[in-house]
T-cell receptor, first 111, second 113 residues
Framework: GENVEQHPSTLSVQEGDSAVIKCTYS??????FPWYKQELGKRPQLIID?????GEKKDQRIAVTLNKTAKHFSLHITETQPEDSAVYFC??????????FGTGTRLKVLA | NAGVTQTPKFQVLKTGQSMTLQCAQD?????MSWYRQDPGMGLRLIHY???????DQGEVPNGYNVSRSTTEDFPLRLLSAAPSQTSVYFC????????????FGPGTRLTVL
């Protein structure tokens, strides 16, 4: 069935360093790839998304890249800050209402 | 706008009990979904709805029922609770397509003893 693999499961970086989280999807018909941030005890919130007709998208310190041929996409956070500490989830969708989520990456930014 | 709301925030059930988790949105979104979140497993889709009167199954539908009689409300029913249903449940809504932003409710933490 459809699957999204996410790595790493945990990631620790020093404040100011960059963090990269990678996801691989199995359904070649997927065309929408959102990323969510979930703080402890809170709901997931969309931080950035990318559609299949775009290779890269940036929003301040956050960027997402998409390689459709290899079926993988990545989240890049630059100049990390303690408030970036959270669990990050990737997801893939065919543009329908069925999103397949990755298993999450716990990011810890060390001050 | 309140966005997506869920009640209750916490619930403890005994095995075999039934209950309904409530979800409502005031954004006039067509699409609503229920997910469960378990440690190390991300979010898994239980059921979803593309409009009033239309529902369909997701990845893990067994043991759960849904209905959508209005655009605003999408309740999730546990027919006979089991310990395997201990989880955090999130409701979500999307305006009109699978590439619109999905908004999540605050979640319900359910424990089944």
């Amino acid at each position: 069935g459809e699957n999204v693999e996410q790595h790493p499961s945990t990631l620790s970086v020093q404040e100011g360093d960059s963090a990269v989280i990678k996801c691989t999807y199995s359904d070649s018909a997927s065309n929408y790839f959102p990323w969510y941030k979930q703080e402890l005890g809170k709901r997931p919130q969309l931080i950035i998304d990318i559609r299949s007709n775009v290779g890269e998208k940036k929003d301040q310190r956050i960027a997402v890249t998409l390689n459709k041929t290899a079926k993988h996409f990545s989240l890049h956070i630059t100049e990390t800050q303690p408030e970036d500490s959270a669990v990050y989830f990737c997801a893939a969708s065919r543009g329908t209402y069925k999103y397949i989520f990755g298993t999450g990456t716990r990011l810890k930014v060390l001050a | 706008n309140a966005g997506v709301t869920q009640t209750p925030k916490f619930q403890v059930l005994k095995t075999g009990q039934s209950m309904t988790l409530q979800c409502a949105q005031d954004m006039n979104h067509e699409y609503m979904s229920w997910y469960r979140q378990d440690p190390g497993m991300g979010l898994r889709l239980i059921h979803y709805s593309v409009g009033a009167g239309i529902t369909d199954q997701g990845e893990v539908p067994n043991g759960y029922n849904v209905s959508r009689s209005t655009t605003e409300d999408f309740p999730l029913r546990l027919l006979s609770a089991a310990p395997s249903q201990t989880s955090v449940y999130f409701c979500a809504s999307t305006r009109s397509s699978g590439t619109d932003t999905q908004y999540f409710g605050p979640g319900t933490r359910l424990t089944v003893l």
